[in-house]
């Protein structure tokens, strides 16, 4: 505890010396009462002192303004650096997953790319001072945009995606989570640090021990990963269409000539959230937006990461005064 006028102390001085004088002019008047008048000392005299002395004293100590100080714990969102994997291989032009009917179409087919895309902007809407970066991934990956907080300028690069010439063959989690771990290294300051993954799941280049190893990583690093998964887990074909993106001109076939077929395969999704403390969503959920971003929020919350601690002043100036109120009514 300060006190921040300290100097009103000083009045104590005059206060005791005034006290000792009051006790001293309260006894010759009672001796006087009992010699002269034979009187009893009058009940009370001596309290009223006592109490009016505690209100000069509360008063004093009240204009000195004394101030405690406590610590309280403040969780702060700016503090959380999130990092946004979209997958854009060519399994997320299949057309199997449809747009809500109360949120408007990001392009002109209802792909899975396409709601990846839309997912991100509602995501962007519920950010309140995160960091985001964004990266993609296919059979390789890179970064589309390093973190930073210029929403808008994530939303022009998402909203502005061609998604015929960014799909790409082949899809690698992993290379694509080595990306977003390589850009969550780089930060400069201490932070919450959080991977989010949207895609469909598909990966036949990678083993379960790459996996293994990519958690060994984020758990060492302590971070989380968040995936989405996107599409139908009844395979479907991938469609061939015009650039204008009106007409279906034929499906994508492999090598030997067969129709490619795709479906959503959660478990290496579901592998990476449950290792990696995280949780995984189907894009199906209603406002799937705003419960990632509240359970990202929660769980950072729950084990005191982005937690700073600020000291506030709190004034006993009020309270003293209150009391001596009290003191001097005491007094009548």
Not at 80 to 105: H, Y
Not at 172 to 180: K, M, P, Q, W
Not at 264 to 282: C, I, V
Request: hydrophobic share 45%; aromatic share 10%; charged share 25%.
């Amino acid at each position: 505890m300060i006190c921040r006028h300290p100097y009103w102390f000083l009045g104590f001085l005059p206060l005791f010396l005034y006290f000792i004088l009051a006790l001293r002019h309260q006894s010759r008047l009672e001796r006087l009462r009992r010699t002269i008048f034979f009187a009893p000392p009058r009940a009370g005299e001596r309290r009223r002192i006592l109490l009016f002395i505690l209100t000069l004293a509360l008063l004093l100590t009240a204009l000195a303004e004394p101030v405690v100080y406590r610590r309280r714990a403040v969780f702060k969102r700016s503090g959380i650096d999130l990092t946004i994997g979209i997958d854009i291989s060519k399994s997320m032009l299949a057309e199997d997953s449809a747009f809500p009917p109360s949120e408007p179409a990001t392009g002109n087919r209802a792909s899975r790319l396409n709601r990846a895309r839309l997912l991100v902007l509602n995501l962007l809407d519920k950010l309140d001072g995160e960091r985001i970066g964004i990266f993609v991934y296919a059979g390789s990956s890179y970064e589309l945009v390093p973190p930073t907080t210029d929403y808008g300028y994530c939303r022009y690069l998402i909203e502005n995606l061609d998604e015929l010439a960014l799909s790409a063959p082949g899809s690698r989690i992993a290379a694509g989570l080595e990306t977003g771990i390589e850009m969550l290294n780089r930060k400069t300051e201490d932070s919450s640090e959080v991977i989010l993954l949207i895609g469909d799941g598909e990966d036949a280049a990678d083993t379960p021990d790459a996996f293994k190893i990519i958690i060994a990583k984020i758990r060492a690093a302590d971070r989380r990963i968040y995936c989405v998964g996107i599409g139908r887990r009844t395979p479907g074909l991938i469609p061939i269409r015009t650039p204008d993106g009106r007409e279906i001109i034929g499906y994508y076939k492999n090598e030997k000539g067969d129709f490619i077929t795709t479906a959503l395969e959660p478990e290496r999704f579901k592998q990476l959230a449950a290792g990696s403390r995280g949780r995984y969503w189907t894009l199906e959920q209603e406002r799937l937006a705003s419960a990632i971003v509240k359970q990202i929020v929660l769980d950072l919350h729950n084990s005191g990461r982005s937690t700073t601690y600020e000291i506030l002043p709190l004034s006993l100036s009020s309270w003293l005064l209150a009391l001596a109120v009290v003191t001097f009514l005491l007094t009548l």
